[in-house]
């Protein structure tokens, strides 16, 4: 099911990822395309600049948007399955004026995963990096004309400082009737936790209350699922620029530092779930001094 592309990567940074795969040993991990969203550059990071982004035009689209997708991140071990994310769900709105946020559409994360073969039952449990409606869309909706919700025989992993501060996600649309929704099937989780075979979870606050991140190992390498840590890469190389929803925007750069540097050490790879179509990479630096940049990983 991989889909090792051979066009640049100037053209993967303005499109969605496919479903893409990668092994780790006994372990297989693939994205799992759901939708796409549009994010206005310098809204969206509002400490960088027009002047700025003069200089990444390379990674805008015609609009003047970047591309961030939209899914999930799906790992096997053996016959057994673990979802990281659940998408934006099927719905979609048009772009705004001059919001953050451009055209947003979901939707297509039930058919990625019947193209990988796997069936919404087919998954044990659900870890959630966050619970902001890009990342929880189908555990609170169901798809069209269907009268249950697709995972609501699994568990579903939230970070304890997440779960408590729900109320806090309110400011960011995501209502009680929705929580209240996920409420029966939350199981909260803890800093250092395996939660399914190779996978831990990783604390990584900032972005939200309880923000967390997945390490998962296996075959000698590990794949940190870094979440909404980062949203394009060119913060790679200005981990400075925090989103505009970030709940704590110095504490969300301090991450994005050690995470741009963890991300270059031998043997680990990033996912970043909104990366257009380079979802999967490692850090480096062409010299000393010079900005870290994001080096798409295929295999």
């Known amino acids: 099911m991989t889909t090792n592309s051979q066009s640049s990567p100037g053209d993967r940074l303005l499109r969605p990822s496919g479903i893409r795969s990668l092994q780790l040993g006994d372990i297989k991990v693939t994205y799992v395309p759901d939708g796409v969203v549009q994010l206005s550059p310098s809204a969206w990071l509002p400490t960088s600049t027009e002047e700025d982004w003069a200089a990444y035009s390379a990674y ?10 939209m899914g999930g991140l799906l790992v096997e071990h053996g016959d057994r399955a673990l979802l990281i994310d659940a998408g934006f769900g099927p719905q979609s709105h048009p772009a705004g004026e001059g919001g953050p946020i451009g055209a947003i559409s979901g939707g297509g994360l039930l058919d990625s995963l019947a193209e990988i073969g796997r069936a919404p039952a087919d998954i044990e449990a659900v870890a959630v990096t966050h ?6 869309g ?3 909706q169901s798809a069209p004309g269907a009268e249950q919700l697709p995972f609501a025989h699994a568990d579903h992993l939230v970070s304890e400082e997440e779960w408590t501060h729900r109320d806090l996600l309110e400011e960011h649309g995501i209502s009680k009737e929705m929580t209240a929704i996920l409420e029966p099937r939350i199981r909260t989780v803890a800093d250092g936790e395996e939660i399914f075979p190779g996978v831990r979870v990783a604390l990584s606050q900032g972005h939200t209350a ?3 991140s997945y390490v998962i190992t296996g075959g000698g390498r590990r794949l940190i699922a870094f979440g909404d840590a980062m949203h394009t890469p060119v913060q790679v190389s200005h981990p400075e620029w925090s989103a505009i929803v970030d709940h704590d925007a110095e504490r969300s750069a301090a991450y994005r530092r050690r995470l741009v540097e963890e991300l270059s050490a031998p043997g680990t790879i990033g996912f970043g779930i909104h990366f257009a179509d380079v979802a999967f990479g490692r850090t480096h630096q062409n010299g000393a001094g010079t900005p870290a940049l994001w080096e798409p990983v295929d295999e």
Not at 60 to 69: I, M, W
Not at 131 to 136: K, P
């Open 131 to 136: 619970l902001h409606i890009d990342h929880i």
């Open 138 to 140: 189908w555990l609170w």
């Open 60 to 69: 805008l689209d015609d609009s003047g948007y970047f591309v961030a997708g």
């Open 210 to 212: 309880g923000h967390a």
